[in-house]
């Protein structure tokens, strides 16, 4: 299971994070509003680039010109298009970088799972979050049980308020969800914005990663 710890900004707990060897990606967001904007935390771009972890940069309906600027000084690996991007941007994405794209769609009360059509095929990976007043970081779950009726075979991330307390949940929806093949944490692991306590983490992704093994096992069983 892929665990994305989303959210990281503060460079001496970026090197905590290092040390839990269950975090597969490490989130960092790039939209300007948010508590858990990067640049605010004072490190140069060259520091942040330095770090080993997979690097996710979340943006908001931000230029494909400034997505570029930022995976180059960033070093991201991966970018998660957090707002309301059209297929045409993930399109000019594809021509002109390698990195991975993960595509966002807030889960809410008139969910349609006809909005993923068009960008089915210019994704690696969609991540479900919740609705809510703002893109991201809301603390909220949605229903998974929507999840049932994913009719499509990219993989995805859930994503949206899971806290320590669900990883039996999170492990039933790994199991039954056969596109799902991994979660993002964030707001519920925080001590602050853009701060994460790492115990919080490391018994989480102890306890979930270990499960997860063995499901997984299962998965691939049950698909042969
Ligand atoms: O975290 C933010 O501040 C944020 C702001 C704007 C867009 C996205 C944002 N976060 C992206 C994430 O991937 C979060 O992990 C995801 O929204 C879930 O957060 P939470 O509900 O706090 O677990």
Redesign the pocket.
């Known amino acids: 299971m892929i665990i994305k710890v989303?959210?990281m900004a503060e460079p001496d707990n970026i090197s905590g994070l290092l040390g839990i060897a269950e975090v597969n990606w490490m989130?960092m967001?790039f939209?300007p509003p948010?508590?858990?904007y990067v640049p605010k935390f004072g490190q140069d771009a060259a520091g942040y680039k330095r770090v080993s972890l997979p690097k996710v940069g979340?943006f908001?309906n931000e230029s494909t010109e400034e997505i570029l600027r930022v995976v180059k000084d960033y070093g991201l690996s991966l970018v998660?298009l957090?707002g309301d991007e059209a297929p045409s941007q993930l399109q000019a994405l594809r021509e002109r970088t390698k990195v991975k794209v993960i595509k966002v769609f807030r889960v809410g009360a008139d969910w349609n799972w006809k909005s993923l059509e068009a960008y089915k095929d210019l994704v690696d990976y969609f991540l479900f979050?919740?609705d809510g007043p703002?893109?991201?970081?809301?603390?909220?779950q949605f229903n998974w049980e929507i999840l049932e009726s994913y009719p499509y075979e990219t993989p995805f991330l859930l994503?949206?308020?899971?806290a320590p307390k669900d990883v039996e949940n999170l492990l039933a929806c790994y199991k039954a969800y056969p596109a799902m093949v991994g979660i993002?944490?964030?707001?519920?692991f925080e001590i602050s914005k853009g701060v994460k306590d790492l115990e919080k983490i490391k018994t989480f992704t102890a306890a979930i990663s270990d499960k997860a093994a063995t499901a997984k096992k299962k998965k691939t069983n049950d698909k042969d």
């Open positions: 989303c959210g989130g967001i939209y948010s508590g858990r979340v908001v998660q957090h979050d919740t703002s893109y991201g970081g809301t603390g909220h994503s949206g308020g899971i993002d944490i964030n707001s519920k």
